[in-house]
Protein backbone atom coordinates (compact mmCIF):
# COMPACT_ATOMS: atom_id res chain seq x y z
CA UNK A 1 0.00 0.00 0.00
CA UNK A 2 2.82 2.42 0.99
CA UNK A 3 4.88 1.69 -2.41
CA UNK A 4 1.23 2.12 -4.21
CA UNK A 5 0.93 5.58 -2.65
CA UNK A 6 4.47 6.69 -2.59
CA UNK A 7 5.02 5.80 -6.72
CA UNK A 8 1.52 8.05 -7.06
CA UNK A 9 3.00 10.84 -5.27
CA UNK A 10 6.14 10.98 -7.42
CA UNK A 11 3.83 11.03 -10.53
CA UNK A 12 2.01 14.52 -9.78
CA UNK A 13 4.23 17.05 -12.14
CA UNK A 14 2.76 20.07 -9.94
CA UNK A 15 5.40 19.78 -7.30
CA UNK A 16 3.07 22.03 -5.01
CA UNK A 17 0.43 19.14 -5.59
CA UNK A 18 2.61 17.10 -4.51
CA UNK A 19 4.38 18.29 -1.55
CA UNK A 20 0.40 19.22 -0.07
CA UNK A 21 -0.78 15.54 -1.04
CA UNK A 22 2.47 14.56 0.28
CA UNK A 23 2.30 16.13 3.90
CA UNK A 24 -1.58 15.28 3.89
CA UNK A 25 -0.95 11.86 3.45
CA UNK A 26 2.04 11.47 5.75
CA UNK A 27 0.14 13.16 8.29
CA UNK A 28 -3.46 11.72 7.77
CA UNK A 29 -3.79 8.66 5.31
CA UNK A 30 -0.91 6.86 6.50
CA UNK A 31 -1.51 6.73 10.35
CA UNK A 32 -5.04 5.87 10.15
CA UNK A 33 -4.06 3.16 7.59
CA UNK A 34 -1.30 1.63 9.70
CA UNK A 35 -3.93 2.14 13.07
CA UNK A 36 -6.59 0.23 10.94
CA UNK A 37 -3.45 -2.48 9.46
CA UNK A 38 -2.81 -3.18 13.79
CA UNK A 39 -6.30 -3.19 14.59
CA UNK A 40 -6.97 -5.75 12.00
CA UNK A 41 -3.90 -7.66 12.50
CA UNK A 42 -4.85 -7.85 16.20
CA UNK A 43 -8.73 -9.01 15.87
CA UNK A 44 -7.20 -11.93 13.81
CA UNK A 45 -4.96 -13.07 16.65
CA UNK A 46 -7.71 -12.64 19.33
CA UNK A 47 -10.32 -14.54 17.11
CA UNK A 48 -7.44 -17.26 16.06
CA UNK A 49 -6.38 -17.87 20.10
CA UNK A 50 -10.00 -17.73 20.85
CA UNK A 51 -11.20 -20.81 18.73
CA UNK A 52 -10.69 -23.72 21.66
CA UNK A 53 -8.48 -26.13 20.63
CA UNK A 54 -7.71 -28.98 23.05
CA UNK A 55 -7.00 -31.99 19.87
CA UNK A 56 -3.52 -31.44 20.67
CA UNK A 57 -3.77 -31.93 24.60
CA UNK A 58 -5.05 -36.08 23.43
CA UNK A 59 -2.87 -36.83 21.00
CA UNK A 60 -1.44 -40.19 21.18
CA UNK A 61 1.69 -41.48 20.13
CA UNK A 62 2.63 -44.87 20.10
CA UNK A 63 6.11 -46.88 19.26
CA UNK A 64 7.30 -50.25 20.11
CA UNK A 65 10.43 -51.59 22.17
CA UNK A 66 12.52 -54.18 22.92
CA UNK A 67 11.31 -55.51 26.66
CA UNK A 68 15.32 -55.04 27.61
CA UNK A 69 15.64 -51.70 25.91
CA UNK A 70 12.29 -49.70 27.90
CA UNK A 71 12.85 -47.43 30.26
CA UNK A 72 11.14 -47.89 33.27
CA UNK A 73 11.13 -43.92 34.32
CA UNK A 74 10.62 -42.30 31.41
CA UNK A 75 8.67 -39.69 31.51
CA UNK A 76 6.82 -40.02 28.15
CA UNK A 77 5.66 -43.24 26.99
CA UNK A 78 4.60 -46.20 29.52
CA UNK A 79 3.36 -49.76 28.62
CA UNK A 80 0.29 -50.62 26.61
CA UNK A 81 0.40 -53.39 29.14
CA UNK A 82 1.77 -53.42 32.64
CA UNK A 83 2.55 -56.98 32.30
CA UNK A 84 4.75 -56.84 29.00
CA UNK A 85 7.57 -55.54 30.85
CA UNK A 86 7.59 -58.58 33.48
CA UNK A 87 9.45 -61.51 32.57
CA UNK A 88 7.26 -64.74 31.41
CA UNK A 89 6.38 -67.36 33.76
CA UNK A 90 4.54 -70.64 32.73
CA UNK A 91 1.91 -72.30 34.89
CA UNK A 92 2.45 -75.80 34.07
CA UNK A 93 -0.88 -77.08 35.77
CA UNK A 94 -2.84 -74.45 34.36
CA UNK A 95 -1.66 -74.87 30.64
CA UNK A 96 -2.32 -78.64 30.55
CA UNK A 97 -6.06 -77.86 32.85
CA UNK A 98 -7.00 -75.37 30.00
CA UNK A 99 -6.02 -77.79 27.27
CA UNK A 100 -8.04 -80.61 28.49
CA UNK A 101 -11.25 -77.59 28.24
CA UNK A 102 -9.97 -75.84 24.92
CA UNK A 103 -7.87 -77.74 23.37
CA UNK A 104 -5.41 -74.63 23.18
CA UNK A 105 -3.75 -71.99 25.27
CA UNK A 106 -1.91 -68.97 24.67
CA UNK A 107 1.95 -69.04 25.79
CA UNK A 108 3.80 -66.09 24.46
CA UNK A 109 3.23 -63.26 22.11
CA UNK A 110 5.62 -62.48 19.12
CA UNK A 111 5.86 -59.55 16.42
CA UNK A 112 6.08 -59.64 12.96
CA UNK A 113 8.51 -57.09 11.35
CA UNK A 114 6.78 -57.27 8.11
CA UNK A 115 4.44 -55.78 5.39
CA UNK A 116 1.17 -55.88 6.15
CA UNK A 117 0.10 -58.07 3.44
CA UNK A 118 2.47 -60.73 3.98
CA UNK A 119 1.50 -60.82 7.54
CA UNK A 120 -2.44 -60.86 6.86
CA UNK A 121 -1.10 -63.66 4.15
CA UNK A 122 0.54 -65.75 6.79
CA UNK A 123 -2.43 -65.53 8.63
CA UNK A 124 -4.30 -66.87 6.33
CA UNK A 125 -2.33 -69.83 5.50
CA UNK A 126 -3.07 -70.91 9.66
CA UNK A 127 0.28 -72.70 9.47
CA UNK A 128 1.38 -75.28 12.31
CA UNK A 129 4.64 -74.94 13.62
CA UNK A 130 6.96 -77.80 15.47
CA UNK A 131 8.40 -76.44 18.34
CA UNK A 132 9.65 -78.06 22.04
CA UNK A 133 8.60 -77.62 25.70
CA UNK A 134 11.72 -77.60 27.69
CA UNK A 135 11.30 -78.75 31.77
CA UNK A 136 13.26 -79.45 34.23
CA UNK A 137 12.85 -83.09 33.83
CA UNK A 138 12.30 -83.99 29.84
CA UNK A 139 12.38 -82.16 26.39
CA UNK A 140 8.44 -82.53 24.92
CA UNK A 141 8.11 -82.06 21.46
CA UNK A 142 4.57 -79.38 20.63
CA UNK A 143 2.98 -77.64 17.89
CA UNK A 144 1.64 -74.66 17.76
CA UNK A 145 -0.46 -72.07 15.53
CA UNK A 146 -0.38 -68.04 15.74
CA UNK A 147 -3.52 -66.22 15.97
CA UNK A 148 -4.35 -62.37 16.45
CA UNK A 149 -3.87 -60.97 19.20
CA UNK A 150 -7.16 -59.00 20.91
CA UNK A 151 -5.31 -57.25 24.05
CA UNK A 152 -4.40 -54.06 22.51
CA UNK A 153 -7.10 -53.49 20.86
CA UNK A 154 -8.94 -53.94 23.77
CA UNK A 155 -7.17 -51.33 25.32
CA UNK A 156 -7.83 -48.24 23.10
CA UNK A 157 -11.47 -49.47 22.55
CA UNK A 158 -11.26 -49.01 26.41
CA UNK A 159 -9.85 -45.47 25.25
CA UNK A 160 -12.73 -45.02 23.13
CA UNK A 161 -15.03 -45.39 25.66
CA UNK A 162 -13.74 -42.96 28.13
CA UNK A 163 -12.90 -40.53 24.93
CA UNK A 164 -17.03 -40.75 25.04
CA UNK A 165 -17.61 -40.57 28.70
CA UNK A 166 -15.51 -37.47 28.83
CA UNK A 167 -16.69 -35.29 26.11
CA UNK A 168 -13.87 -35.43 23.72
CA UNK A 169 -14.46 -35.96 20.26
CA UNK A 170 -12.35 -39.07 18.93
CA UNK A 171 -9.84 -39.72 16.50
CA UNK A 172 -8.62 -42.94 15.56
CA UNK A 173 -5.83 -43.96 17.67
CA UNK A 174 -2.21 -44.38 14.94
CA UNK A 175 -1.08 -47.76 16.28
CA UNK A 176 0.16 -49.58 14.12
CA UNK A 177 2.54 -52.01 15.88
CA UNK A 178 -0.04 -53.57 17.57
CA UNK A 179 -1.69 -54.72 14.25
CA UNK A 180 1.24 -57.03 13.71
CA UNK A 181 1.34 -59.25 17.25
CA UNK A 182 0.23 -62.21 17.57
CA UNK A 183 -0.26 -65.04 19.97
CA UNK A 184 1.93 -67.93 19.80
CA UNK A 185 -0.76 -70.99 21.05
CA UNK A 186 0.16 -74.45 22.51
CA UNK A 187 -1.95 -76.78 19.98
CA UNK A 188 -0.64 -80.01 20.65
CA UNK A 189 1.73 -81.37 22.90
CA UNK A 190 3.91 -85.07 23.55
CA UNK A 191 2.30 -87.18 26.39
CA UNK A 192 4.23 -87.88 29.19
CA UNK A 193 4.30 -83.70 30.65
CA UNK A 194 3.13 -84.21 34.42
CA UNK A 195 1.65 -80.79 36.28
CA UNK A 196 4.77 -81.50 39.29
CA UNK A 197 7.08 -80.57 36.56
CA UNK A 198 8.16 -76.51 35.72
CA UNK A 199 8.74 -75.20 32.17
CA UNK A 200 12.30 -73.73 31.67
CA UNK A 201 11.87 -72.70 27.76
CA UNK A 202 9.30 -73.26 24.89
CA UNK A 203 10.96 -73.01 21.20
CA UNK A 204 8.55 -72.77 18.27
CA UNK A 205 10.63 -73.02 14.84
CA UNK A 206 8.67 -70.58 12.37
CA UNK A 207 10.84 -71.49 9.69
CA UNK A 208 10.75 -69.66 6.66
CA UNK A 209 8.66 -66.91 8.45
CA UNK A 210 11.43 -66.59 11.23
CA UNK A 211 13.20 -64.18 9.39
CA UNK A 212 10.36 -61.73 10.68
CA UNK A 213 9.51 -62.89 14.21
CA UNK A 214 10.14 -60.08 17.03
CA UNK A 215 10.29 -61.83 20.84
CA UNK A 216 9.95 -59.64 23.63
CA UNK A 217 8.31 -56.65 22.16
CA UNK A 218 6.57 -54.14 24.19
CA UNK A 219 4.08 -52.00 22.61
CA UNK A 220 3.95 -48.34 24.45
CA UNK A 221 2.22 -45.00 24.25
CA UNK A 222 1.46 -41.71 25.53
CA UNK A 223 -0.74 -42.76 28.57
CA UNK A 224 -0.26 -42.98 32.19
CA UNK A 225 -2.99 -44.35 34.81
CA UNK A 226 -3.06 -42.32 37.44
CA UNK A 227 -5.12 -41.55 40.80
CA UNK A 228 -5.91 -37.78 41.75
CA UNK A 229 -8.35 -37.08 44.70
CA UNK A 230 -11.08 -34.34 44.79
CA UNK A 231 -9.82 -30.96 45.72
CA UNK A 232 -11.98 -30.07 48.84
CA UNK A 233 -15.60 -31.49 49.28
CA UNK A 234 -18.57 -32.29 46.73
CA UNK A 235 -20.66 -29.45 46.27
CA UNK A 236 -24.34 -29.35 45.87
CA UNK A 237 -25.74 -28.66 42.71
CA UNK A 238 -29.32 -26.81 42.79
CA UNK A 239 -30.87 -30.04 41.89
CA UNK A 240 -30.40 -30.84 45.41
CA UNK A 241 -29.85 -34.49 43.67
CA UNK A 242 -25.99 -34.27 42.31
CA UNK A 243 -22.67 -33.13 43.35
CA UNK A 244 -20.28 -31.72 41.85
CA UNK A 245 -16.29 -33.22 42.27
CA UNK A 246 -13.15 -30.76 41.38
CA UNK A 247 -10.22 -32.49 40.44
CA UNK A 248 -7.24 -29.99 40.24
CA UNK A 249 -4.75 -30.40 37.39
CA UNK A 250 -2.02 -27.69 38.45
CA UNK A 251 0.38 -29.94 39.96
CA UNK A 252 0.04 -32.86 37.47
CA UNK A 253 0.33 -30.45 34.36
CA UNK A 254 -2.10 -28.43 32.83
CA UNK A 255 -0.56 -29.23 29.33
CA UNK A 256 -1.57 -32.70 29.07
CA UNK A 257 -5.05 -34.03 28.52
CA UNK A 258 -6.81 -36.32 31.13
CA UNK A 259 -9.57 -38.61 30.82
CA UNK A 260 -11.92 -39.77 33.65
CA UNK A 261 -12.00 -43.32 34.23
CA UNK A 262 -15.64 -44.79 34.56
CA UNK A 263 -18.56 -47.51 34.28
CA UNK A 264 -20.77 -45.67 36.71
CA UNK A 265 -24.39 -44.53 35.87
CA UNK A 266 -24.20 -42.11 38.97
CA UNK A 267 -21.68 -39.97 36.95
CA UNK A 268 -23.94 -37.11 34.55
CA UNK A 269 -21.33 -34.89 33.19
CA UNK A 270 -17.52 -34.19 33.22
CA UNK A 271 -16.46 -30.90 32.00
CA UNK A 272 -12.80 -29.73 31.31
CA UNK A 273 -11.36 -26.34 32.74
CA UNK A 274 -7.77 -25.04 31.90
CA UNK A 275 -6.72 -26.07 35.29
CA UNK A 276 -9.43 -29.06 36.68
CA UNK A 277 -11.69 -31.71 36.02
CA UNK A 278 -15.53 -31.32 37.21
CA UNK A 279 -17.44 -34.01 37.67
CA UNK A 280 -21.00 -34.43 38.53
CA UNK A 281 -22.79 -37.27 39.97
CA UNK A 282 -25.15 -38.21 42.28
CA UNK A 283 -22.01 -39.12 44.35
CA UNK A 284 -21.78 -37.49 47.84
CA UNK A 285 -18.75 -38.47 48.98
CA UNK A 286 -15.68 -37.28 48.04
CA UNK A 287 -13.18 -40.15 46.84
CA UNK A 288 -10.11 -41.08 44.75
CA UNK A 289 -10.75 -40.60 40.93
CA UNK A 290 -8.96 -43.20 38.39
CA UNK A 291 -7.55 -41.06 35.43
CA UNK A 292 -5.71 -41.57 32.00
CA UNK A 293 -3.29 -38.78 31.67
CA UNK A 294 -2.05 -38.23 27.89
CA UNK A 295 1.43 -36.70 28.35
CA UNK A 296 1.97 -33.55 25.72
CA UNK A 297 5.17 -34.88 23.68
CA UNK A 298 8.28 -32.65 24.81
CA UNK A 299 11.53 -33.19 22.87
CA UNK A 300 14.30 -34.51 24.25
CA UNK A 301 18.32 -35.42 23.15
CA UNK A 302 18.30 -38.81 24.35
CA UNK A 303 15.41 -39.86 23.37
CA UNK A 304 16.22 -42.48 20.76
CA UNK A 305 13.43 -45.04 19.06
CA UNK A 306 14.30 -48.34 17.38
CA UNK A 307 10.60 -48.05 15.80
CA UNK A 308 8.96 -44.77 14.55
CA UNK A 309 7.19 -42.93 16.75
CA UNK A 310 3.94 -42.12 15.21
CA UNK A 311 0.75 -40.30 16.12
CA UNK A 312 -2.73 -38.90 15.67
CA UNK A 313 -1.53 -35.77 16.15
CA UNK A 314 -2.82 -33.10 13.82
CA UNK A 315 -1.06 -29.48 12.30
CA UNK A 316 -2.42 -26.95 14.10
CA UNK A 317 -3.69 -24.21 11.59
CA UNK A 318 -6.02 -21.00 11.77
CA UNK A 319 -8.87 -23.85 9.52
CA UNK A 320 -8.41 -26.80 11.28
CA UNK A 321 -9.26 -24.82 14.28
CA UNK A 322 -12.56 -23.70 13.10
CA UNK A 323 -13.40 -26.84 11.28
CA UNK A 324 -12.72 -28.55 15.04
CA UNK A 325 -15.07 -25.99 16.61
CA UNK A 326 -17.76 -26.54 14.23
CA UNK A 327 -17.80 -29.85 13.77
CA UNK A 328 -19.38 -29.55 9.92
CA UNK A 329 -18.81 -32.55 7.86
CA UNK A 330 -18.19 -31.21 4.91
CA UNK A 331 -18.22 -33.96 1.70
CA UNK A 332 -16.26 -31.93 -0.98
CA UNK A 333 -12.87 -33.93 -2.46
CA UNK A 334 -11.12 -30.47 -1.14
CA UNK A 335 -12.37 -31.27 1.86
CA UNK A 336 -11.54 -35.06 1.73
CA UNK A 337 -7.37 -33.63 0.71
CA UNK A 338 -7.48 -31.05 3.70
CA UNK A 339 -8.42 -33.70 6.25
CA UNK A 340 -5.68 -35.98 5.15
CA UNK A 341 -3.50 -33.23 4.78
CA UNK A 342 -4.12 -31.86 8.09
CA UNK A 343 -2.60 -35.34 10.15
CA UNK A 344 1.14 -35.11 11.02
CA UNK A 345 1.49 -38.74 9.26
CA UNK A 346 0.85 -37.18 5.99
CA UNK A 347 4.37 -36.52 5.98
CA UNK A 348 4.66 -40.08 4.55
CA UNK A 349 1.93 -40.28 1.58
CA UNK A 350 1.00 -38.26 -0.78
CA UNK A 351 -3.17 -38.54 -1.84
CA UNK A 352 -3.54 -38.48 -5.71
CA UNK A 353 -7.19 -39.52 -6.33
CA UNK A 354 -10.33 -40.65 -5.17
CA UNK A 355 -12.90 -43.24 -6.61
CA UNK A 356 -16.43 -44.80 -6.22
CA UNK A 357 -16.77 -48.25 -7.39
CA UNK A 358 -19.52 -50.88 -6.83
CA UNK A 359 -19.28 -53.25 -4.07
CA UNK A 360 -18.65 -56.04 -5.73
CA UNK A 361 -15.95 -55.46 -7.68
CA UNK A 362 -12.93 -57.90 -6.47
CA UNK A 363 -10.46 -56.04 -5.30
CA UNK A 364 -7.73 -57.17 -2.91
CA UNK A 365 -7.60 -55.16 0.15
CA UNK A 366 -4.43 -53.29 1.23
CA UNK A 367 -5.83 -51.68 4.56
CA UNK A 368 -7.93 -52.56 7.55
CA UNK A 369 -10.13 -50.78 9.70
CA UNK A 370 -8.85 -49.30 12.88
CA UNK A 371 -12.23 -48.56 14.27
CA UNK A 372 -13.07 -51.82 13.86
CA UNK A 373 -14.52 -51.84 17.70
CA UNK A 374 -17.02 -48.91 16.93
CA UNK A 375 -20.48 -50.12 16.81
CA UNK A 376 -22.68 -48.06 14.55
CA UNK A 377 -26.23 -48.78 14.65
CA UNK A 378 -27.63 -46.24 11.99
CA UNK A 379 -24.55 -47.77 9.41
CA UNK A 380 -25.82 -50.15 7.16
CA UNK A 381 -23.30 -52.77 7.09
CA UNK A 382 -23.95 -53.71 3.79
CA UNK A 383 -22.18 -51.24 1.76
CA UNK A 384 -23.58 -50.64 -1.99
CA UNK A 385 -19.63 -48.99 -2.87
CA UNK A 386 -16.54 -48.54 -2.23
CA UNK A 387 -14.70 -45.75 -1.77
CA UNK A 388 -10.78 -45.86 -2.95
CA UNK A 389 -8.21 -43.80 -1.82
CA UNK A 390 -5.07 -43.42 -4.36
CA UNK A 391 -1.47 -42.17 -2.99
CA UNK A 392 1.79 -42.57 -3.10
CA UNK A 393 4.71 -42.68 -1.17
CA UNK A 394 6.48 -39.55 -0.08
CA UNK A 395 9.33 -41.20 1.53
CA UNK A 396 11.14 -44.26 1.35
CA UNK A 397 8.97 -47.69 1.84
CA UNK A 398 8.81 -48.96 5.20
CA UNK A 399 7.16 -52.13 6.90
CA UNK A 400 4.28 -49.75 8.44
CA UNK A 401 3.50 -47.86 5.33
CA UNK A 402 0.08 -49.90 4.68
CA UNK A 403 -0.83 -49.57 8.40
CA UNK A 404 0.05 -45.66 8.31
CA UNK A 405 -2.50 -45.53 5.14
CA UNK A 406 -4.98 -47.74 7.54
CA UNK A 407 -5.26 -45.17 9.99
CA UNK A 408 -5.78 -42.14 7.64
CA UNK A 409 -8.49 -44.04 5.81
CA UNK A 410 -9.99 -45.38 9.07
CA UNK A 411 -10.10 -41.56 10.14
CA UNK A 412 -11.90 -40.93 6.44
CA UNK A 413 -14.12 -43.82 7.10
CA UNK A 414 -16.04 -41.98 9.80
CA UNK A 415 -16.95 -39.07 7.95
CA UNK A 416 -18.22 -41.27 5.26
CA UNK A 417 -19.80 -44.08 7.19
CA UNK A 418 -21.90 -44.66 3.58
CA UNK A 419 -19.45 -45.83 1.71
CA UNK A 420 -16.36 -49.07 2.60
CA UNK A 421 -13.33 -47.18 2.75
CA UNK A 422 -10.14 -48.67 1.38
CA UNK A 423 -6.44 -47.17 0.42
CA UNK A 424 -4.02 -48.26 -2.03
CA UNK A 425 -0.47 -47.40 -2.91
CA UNK A 426 -0.27 -46.21 -6.34
Given at each position: ??????????????????????????????????????M?????????E?????????S????????????????????????????????????????????????F????????????????D??????????NK?????????????????????????????????????????S????????????????????Q??N????????Y?E???????N??????????????????????????????????G???V???????????????L?????????????????????????????????S?????????????????????????????????????????????????????????????????????????K?L????????????I??????????????????????????
Amino acid sequence: MKDNIHEKINKLENLKDRALLKELLSEVFIPLYEHSENMYTSLEDRVFEEIEYTQQNYSVYTSIVKKQDFDPIHYFLAPMIKEDIQDKEYDLKYILETMIENKQVNMFKVFFKCDYLIFKDILKDNVVFKGNIKTNKNDYEACFKIKTNTEYKNQIYKLYQMFIRNNIPWTTINAPYISRIVDVVLVEYEEGITKDEMIQEVNVDFGEFGKYIEYDMVPIWNIQERTLKSTGFPMPCEDKINFEHIISLKSEGVEHGYLVVYDNEDINHIRHTKDSLMITGEIEEARDWDIFKILKIRESKLDKYSYELVSNSKKVSFIEKLSSKNKVNIKTKAELIRTINSFEVSKYLEFKDVKIVDIKDDLKEETYDMNSFIIDEIRDQDYAKRLILYFTLKENNCFIIRDLLSFIVSQIQLNYPEYKCEGRLI
